[in-house]
């Protein structure tokens, strides 16, 4: 299940993704935290599981939101 979910966000990085994708051109090219929320993800889901790294990515996604400065947000080394 941990591969199928890191293939289904590799996937969405390399297609859609505003920051990393191909298909969209979007004026708004670039995220406010660094790494990107969907980079963070993985790499959260790579090192503490599915359950634990699916939670903190999901909570960096809740705070990416127009009212947050954003920022470099780093807590996971690859």
Sequence with gaps: MKKLVIAI???YQKTISPDHGVFFATP???CRFYPSCSEYTLRAIKKH???????????RILRCNP???GGVDEPIKK
Aim: hydrophobic letters at 45%; glycine letters at 30%; charged letters at 10%.
């Design 28 to 30: 708004y090219k670039g």
């Design 67 to 69: 009212f947050s400065a």
């Design 49 to 59: 599981g599915l359950g634990l790294g699916g939670i903190k990515g999901l909570w």
């Design 9 to 11: 966000i590799q996937l």
